[in-house]
């Protein structure tokens, strides 16, 4: 099968892109600096920014094709309502939303699976309100393509992860990040194979009922509410 990944691929995004290629899928990653991340034989490195998705050709890329579509590439400036410019709120919603839409709808009579990244600040307050508002948008852009293209035989389903045991971690204080493990189940953070492995399931294991869903990969930490 052909799988396209969007987005920034470090970390999960590697480890998604090494578990796709274990099982001996064909791998496209198309991001701004998609061709620094992985180099092997079955991936396929395609360097453009999403930005302008307007102009990308799906066909002359010979990605028009594909099986299976990880949404992942997102946007977050982290700044406060008031300290947003016109371009940060263009930009932000046109990553995070208007091109997963048009991702899955010029690839919908080829899908059989999408997966988007998804996550919790949909349902929290979050400092960047449009992130939060984007990633409320992907829960029902979801639900409704699932709706939409189940009929098809196309299964759409997101994941959102919490906190992934990896670099960006450095950011967030360390009495924090205690207090976050404390609240875990097992009393540590996800590692990237764990959510790696469960975007691989959703999108090439999970039976056709599993359909529309959003799963919290979290470990039961409550966050801010």
Same mark, same amino acid.
């Given at each position: ?12 995004? +590697? ?79 046109? +990553? ?130």
């Amino acid at each position: 099968m052909k799988v396209l990944i969007t987005g920034w691929n470090q970390w999960i995004w +590697l480890s998604c892109t090494q578990k796709f290629v274990q099982h001996w899928h064909e791998v496209v990653v198309l991001a701004r600096q998609a061709h620094q991340w992985m180099i092997h034989e079955n991936v396929r490195n395609i360097d453009f920014d999403l930005l302008w998705y307007a102009d990308l050709d799906l066909k002359s890329l010979n990605i028009d094709d594909c099986d299976i579509l990880i949404n992942n590439a997102w946007m977050m400036h982290g700044v406060w309502y008031d300290a947003y410019t016109d371009d940060m709120r263009d930009n932000i919603m046109k +990553l995070n939303v208007e091109v997963p839409v048009y991702l899955i709808s010029q690839l919908a009579y080829t899908l059989q699976s999408v997966v988007s990244i998804w996550s919790i600040a949909w349902h929290i307050w979050h400092k960047d309100i449009r992130y939060g508002i984007s990633k409320a948008a992907i829960h029902n852009l979801t639900k409704s393509f699932a709706k939409q293209l189940g009929p098809n035989w196309v299964k759409v389903n997101c994941v959102a992860p919490g906190p992934v045991n990896t670099d960006m971690l450095a950011t967030i204080p360390e009495s924090r990040k205690e207090w976050l493990k404390k609240a875990a189940i097992t009393n540590r953070f996800a590692e990237p194979k764990e959510v790696a492995d469960t975007i691989y399931r959703l999108a090439c294991e999970a039976p056709d009922y599993i359909n529309g869903i959003c799963v919290d990969i979290k470990n039961w930490m409550h966050f801010r509410a």
